[in-house]
């Protein structure tokens, strides 16, 4: 009987783009249940004492990172562009999609806005470009909108990030089944193995 | 035709281990060239800014490390016990592989080194240590540490780490085909790859 695997996202971050694009089908050809779990990893990464991204702090780490995405998006048969602003405003989404994690349709708003992010170069900060995403998804957006910006809403975002950091979460993408964490895409299969056999 | 790939590694070096365990074999099923290629990482880390290791400096990073070795070894058949000390001193026995890096017997010196140091908990930093690796492999230790101890040695070591950081290098292990440069355990089948279609 396969456990539930908690998926922890960020949409700014570069490694959990591959990871949203397939987590759905690899949990799904393994018949483990997928949780949703939008995080921010701003005060995650702040109270490691890193501010902004790992990636700009360590600029010889983050040349090799946006070296490794392309090799790792052209394997995977990803498009791939560098976005033009790293790393890009995350609230919104992470909101709608907090607000959202159990809709039919969002593994659908999640994947769009990735590929929006780091193959289209668009600006998933700006409301105009999530509005689109959502009608794309024939969505009324106006609702969606309005509802991310709720106080339980903006709450909930916020317990989910200071539940990962309880859980041991220090990076994104990562994945847990039960207090079982895996941190990087690298170790999506192994997640899903493990989520499998428990 | 194949191009040489040069693996960069640090004995006190975590993922260095699995990587080192395999990467001789992975070389020669795919008719690649190796160049081994120690190094040492505190000054790598040092111009970075980090002082010790980024486990150390990062703690829910280096918790999740030990747990993620754990499994990766479990997974890779590989024995592993985390180090009572870590990093342990690897000054010693990186000279000693700078020297004799084209040495027929390099690689059963590396992999008894790494397993000495996680698999074994053994102080890699003692002369005894190193002294009984190198009788084991049948070798007269007592030129071979003289050779370490050499001047020029010491002097080539520091060439390698100052080489690998003009690669970019910001972490081990790494492989490198020409200027293309890949970090980290997870991508050494995908550096075999490159080098051999290179």
Redesign the interface.
Known sequence: MARALEFWFEFASTYSYPAAMRIQDACAQAAVPLIWRPILLGPIFAA?GISGSPFTL?P??G??MW??ME?LCA?AGLAFRKPGDFPRGSLLAARIAAHHADAPWIGDFVRAVYLANFAEDHDIGQPAVLIDILTGLALDPEPVLEAAQNPDTKAHLRQLTEQAQTK????APSFTIGDE????H??LD?AVRWAALA
């Open positions: 490691q360590y010889a780490k040349a090799n070296r490794d090799r394997d041991g979460l220090f990076g964490l895996f941190w990087g690298d170790r192994q």
